[in-house]
């Protein structure tokens, strides 16, 4: 069975970082230190070196999932769980926690951030995953009942709408993307130089509309179009340590077209999100002196679920982060949890990625697909972002994993 590999998305991830680094009028105004470029290099060998050790250790027996018999049952079974899903994460997010659909993205982040989260909505997002999988298994066993197709794509706009109610956009986006590389490996979409021309196009436009949409919005307290851009360009969130090259922002206002203008600026604020978190994670790496938090951190929804359960509550405090709501790669949580045995993690990190793998390939196990999936992503962005802890991503992981050997064992039960 061919699938996506998580180790080839890590390797694609740095080879397209280098290159954005190489063309991007972007220069760092923090000094990268010896020690942060050998932990990511470190961490980066060790992850591949571990991913290898599980390639080539023997797989275990396990029971095939291929037996198609009482599939559409299942399919229904794990429908009701994502219907389940939605109903516990709008309890929570509307009626416990109090987020009203009139408020602005702001005040509802606000609301949530500083209310407690309750075991109904740890609950909910965790068992999310349901629709990923059964969008999955809709494609995998060839249902061709288009109403349950329809119904698990309502179900995914109503996570996204919620999403865009507390003004996330990594949530919906990686949702997006993880439901295109699933339509990528049924083959549902292709790549072809045809619609790839016009998806470039289509993407090209849109990316202009949100730029000018931006330049907009920030003219209304700087004044003019040209104050509007310097603002974008030079004190952006991400940009304190990462600046744009004076020559490109003076080429910039210098453009006569307000779309092709808005072009580069969007062009130069995406390089400086993709690019600043190297010379955070060597800031962090600096200034980070509270004990390691040993897995508290980028796992924090395990000790949140067993606080609340045991604990009588949960508090998430921050304070231990040098500068917070900066990205700092994927390493820089995980040095929070580890510091200076964070290569080690990666290593085990990969090795469980290998046997994840392996289990697909060897053994057919394709209720792991999906996660196998979310892997790619998160490995290819790894210069970037952690999706471990941003993004939702470990309700996403913590849901698949559980999600699969469910539906294997019904499966077992029902065969």
Known sequence: MKVYSPRNAAIYGILIWILFYLISP?????????????LLLGSYLLFFLGYSIGSKVKHLRIISTNSRRNSI???????GISVLSVLCLFIDSFVIRGININ??????????????????GIFGNIIKASVFLNFFLYFQHN????????????????????SFLTGSRSIPFFYVILIILILFHFKI???KIKYLFYLGILGILFFILLTETFISRTIEFTGTREQAIIFILKK???????KIDESFLSFVISIDSYYLQSFFVGLASF??????SIVEFSYLIDHFDSPARLGSHTFFVIAKFFKIIFGGGYELTLNYVPRPGKYTTFFGDIFMDFKYYTPFFMMLFGYWQSRLYKSVIAKNNYTIIPLILFLCILNFIFPVFNLITGGKGIYLIIGLILLSYMYRFLTQIKS
């Open 103 to 120: 408020n602005g993205a702001f005040e509802n982040r606000e609301i949530l951030e500083n209310s407690t989260p309750s075991i109904i």
């Open 73 to 79: 049952k299942l399919y229904y079974i794990f429908l």
């Open 236 to 242: 952006g969130t991400y940009l304190d340590y990462t």
């Open 189 to 191: 979409i292709q790549l």
């Open 26 to 38: 972007i220069s760092y105004s923090y000094p990268i230190s010896s020690v942060s470029i050998i």
């Open 143 to 162: 249902f061709r009942k288009p109403y349950l197709l329809y119904a698990n794509y309502a179900l995914i706009m109503y996570f996204i709408f919620e």
């Open 271 to 276: 390089y400086g999100y993709y690019l600043h």
